[in-house]
């Protein structure tokens, strides 16, 4: 079965620490991966794609197929990083996005 | 902060009664979805549609219908057989085919009373 796993539903960091959210997938195929962001008030974006290697924001993301995993990574988390990041694989050739539940990132001054 | 559209924004319904959300985009986007976001749930899907006149069942369809007689509008249909309508429903377009972004509305707020 096609599924994404974040396990935290909350983490709570202060200014400057390292951020990693967890996400684990299964799928059977090639995997297409994405973190999506949702910050307070405005409309569910993307952050980043392992396709694209990008780092965004400071954020990094391997795909690492040996443990399905597509942790989200930060070095220094800023206060502006606090929102809800959620990991979603594509699914096929429709582009069907299967998301996790999300994991609220609130970063303390 | 144009692209795609929802309205309206906030929708009360009474119990048996069907409501229509809005989807329109104007990205020129063969491609869109209606998702369903529940607190703890993430988002699920409830329809897609690939191109116009063509729409597929999602995850989470039983309830709901789509139509897509034009390709900038996708609007969803809950009808009164969706026995837990209240939810936030998020409306997203992209380019046909696998691992492209999705451009996500700002979503609609239906409450049933």
Redo the contacts between chains.
């Keep these: 079965a096609q599924r994404v796993t974040q396990p935290e539903k909350l983490l709570s960091v202060f200014k400057g620490a390292p951020v990693e959210l967890k996400c684990n997938y299964s799928y059977s195929g090639s995997p297409e991966l994405f973190w999506y962001v949702q910050y307070s008030r405005q409309r569910l974006q993307l952050l980043l794609r392992h396709i694209s290697r990008e780092s965004i924001k400071g954020f990094t993301a391997d795909l690492n197929k040996g443990e399905t995993s597509f942790h989200l990574k930060k070095p220094f988390a800023q206060e502006e990083d606090s929102a809800m990041y959620y990991c979603a694989l594509a699914s096929g050739a429709t582009n069907k996005l299967i998301f996790g539940t999300g994991t609220l990132l609130a970063v303390q001054p | ?1 144009g692209g795609i559209t929802q309205s309206p924004k906030y929708l009360f319904r009474k119990e048996g009664q069907n409501v229509t959300l809005s989807c329109e985009q104007n990205l020129n986007h063969d ?1 869109m ?1 209606w ?1 369903r976001q529940d607190p ?6 409830i329809y ?1 549609s ?1 191109i116009v006149n063509d729409f ?1 069942k ?1 995850d989470i369809a039983e309830g709901y219908s789509v139509s897509r007689e034009k390709k900038e509008s996708f609007p969803l249909t809950v009808t009164s057989a969706q026995k837990n309508p209240t939810a936030f429903y ?1 409306c ?1 377009s ?1 380019i ?12 609609t707020r239906l409450t049933v009373l």
């Excluded at chain 2, 703890?40 to 899907?45: E, K, P, S, V």
């Design positions: 902060d491609a979805y998702y703890g749930q993430g988002l699920r899907l897609y690939q597929q999602g998020l997203a992209s046909r085919g696998g691992g492209n972004e999705q451009f996500f509305g700002p979503g």
